[in-house]
C-alpha cells in the first residue's frame, strides 16, 4: 500500500510539472512572438488602453 501511494503521488507532481513546463512555454512563445512583431515593425512596445481612466500606456511583460 504506501509502494502504491508513493507512485500515486509521483505521478500527480509528474502532472502538475507537465502543466507548470507547457504553461511557461506557451508564455515565452507568445512573448518571443510580440518581441518579433515589434523589431519586424520597429516599434518599442504595444499600447494598451486603460478602461478606468482611458489612456494609453506601454503593455507590461506581465499583461
Known amino acids: 500500500m504506501p509502494v502504491l501511494l508513493f507512485w500515486i503521488l509521483f505521478g500527480v507532481a509528474g502532472w502538475l510539472f507537465y502543466k507548470k513546463f507547457v504553461a511557461d512555454a506557451e508564455k515565452l512563445s507568445k512573448k518571443n ?31
Do not use: F, H
Not at 518579433?36 to 507590461?60: F, H
Open 33 to 63: 512572438k510580440r518581441v518579433r512583431k515589434e523589431q519586424k515593425n520597429g516599434a518599442d512596445g504595444t499600447l494598451v488602453k486603460d478602461p478606468v481612466t482611458g489612456e494609453y500606456r506601454v503593455k507590461r511583460d506581465d499583461e
